[in-house]
């Protein structure tokens, strides 16, 4: 089996779509021998900021000399990425492996389901101290709820997502991504968390005897932003944070708090945010002329998205490249990206649930704004070249989906 070959029957079972339920990861890691039982997590849910929070947490956790599993979706670049020890993706090989041993049990998994049980295997065999795992939707029935007494439960900010699958109140959402919390096992959430389901997670908590911890707006003090990143003050600790928006302060506030919970010395806890490299959160592809490359695609993560680009830029105007999955809340994300976006160049990225430029297109005319359909993601860039972009007084956001993200950023480094 080489390794498009297993790559090719991993891809194979998104035929089986999204299945709630543990009863087939279960079978699968059962038949490995339950990797997972013999590793410790730190397992984080939520709708928007849990990439972030998992990568500066597995930073952290590496600066204070563990050996350190981050189990993350979805990749950018390399599928890989989704598998990492001490920053090291996973090998082919060991995929190729994992795959044909997977593939011999007899049990019709879901993708998710079955890379789950792939990296659970993978972590044990490296000897991980801990694995980082980041949810993959909601919680309780997401395949990584296997897992049994997690070192604590991070909870990030919870906004509507995948509305068809986990409710459709912010209530509703929360008690899903509240399935995550057990018994008497630390939870930490962000200051940002909505009243409504801070309440939801508060009462799960207290019903599962859990101690929980929120940090204060008020921990995260700003003292300089850059478009290369933030100097702040988190939970009375000077850091740098290397992600830009006062959002990914917040994020790494949540981190700093759950690394204070779990005993993290002050040093490793400074030296692993300082460190962070993420590609798609607000990343810089070019400085002169300006691209910036963004991933989020909910309502809530462009809101983020453009508060971070009206402080830190305020007279910039941007040409917007934007490709979105058609189950997305497309035209809400459109709209809180307005205030930012002179023009948008729609393309659909290589995915069967992308949408077709032509109907996102017309999606972001609806508010009298210009939108050209350019189809392919090669074609939207042939087309943003063709315009004189990005030109050196004007500046591109690229923007939407990881898939989008993946195809783009190719092109840029």
Excluded at 158 to 182: F, N, P, Y
Excluded at 315 to 322: G, I, L, S
Excluded at 370 to 391: C, H, I, R
Aim: charged letters at 20%; proline letters at 6%.
């Amino acid at each position: 089996m080489t390794y498009q070959d297993a790559l090719n029957y991993v891809y194979s079972l998104e035929r089986f779509g999204i299945m709630p339920g543990l009863e087939r990861v279960r079978l699968l890691c059962e038949a490995l021998g339950n990797p997972q039982e013999q590793l410790q997590f730190i397992h984080v849910a939520g709708t928007n900021g849990k990439g972030s929070a998992c990568t500066m947490m597995s930073e952290v956790l590496r600066a204070a000399g563990k050996r350190v599993g981050l189990y993350t979706s979805p990749y950018v670049l390399d599928f890989r990425e989704r598998m990492q020890v001490n920053g090291a993706m996973i090998p082919r090989e060991d995929i190729c492996r994992l795959t044909r041993r997977l593939r011999e049990i007899p049990i019709e998994a879901t993708e998710f389901e079955f890379i789950t049980a792939m990296a659970f295997a993978w972590f044990a065999e490296q000897n991980c101290d801990i694995v980082v795992l980041e949810v993959g939707l909601g919680g309780r029935y997401d395949a990584t709820n296997i897992i049994s007494q997690p070192l604590c439960s991070v909870i990030m900010k919870i906004a509507m997502d995948h509305t068809q699958v986990l409710g459709d109140t912010i209530e509703e959402i929360a008690a899903e991504k509240c399935g995550i919390i057990k018994p008497g096992c630390p939870v930490i959430t962000t200051c940002e968390q909505p009243p409504e389901a801070l309440r939801v997670i508060e009462e799960t908590a207290r019903r599962h005897g859990c101690e929980l911890h929120v940090p204060a707006h008020s921990e995260c003090e700003i003292v300089e932003s850059t478009i290369f990143g933030t100097r702040a003050i988190l939970a009375d600790i000077p850091a740098w944070v290397p992600l830009i928006g006062p959002h990914m302060c917040r994020n790494a506030l949540t981190v700093v708090r759950a690394a204070q919970v779990l005993g993290i010395p002050v040093k490793a806890i400074q030296q692993g945010i300082e460190r962070v490299k993420m590609p798609a959160r607000m990343e810089i592809l070019s400085n002169e002329p300006l691209v910036i490359l963004d991933g989020g695609h909910n309502p809530d993560g462009a809101r983020a998205l453009a508060a971070a680009l009206m402080e830190l830029l305020p007279a910039q105007r941007f040409t917007a490249v934007c490709g979105m999955m058609a189950d997305k809340n497309i035209a809400e994300f459109l709209q809180a990206l307005r205030p930012v976006v002179g023009e948008w160049i729609t393309c659909r990225p290589q995915n069967a649930r992308a949408m077709p430029a032509e109907e996102l297109a017309a999606l972001a005319r609806v508010s009298g704004q210009k939108a050209t359909a350019a189809g392919s993601v090669q074609d939207a860039l042939q087309l943003l070249a063709q315009m004189g972009l990005p030109a050196k007084d004007g500046a591109v956001l690229i923007c939407g989906s990881f898939y989008l993200a993946g195809e783009v950023r190719g092109y840029f480094t």
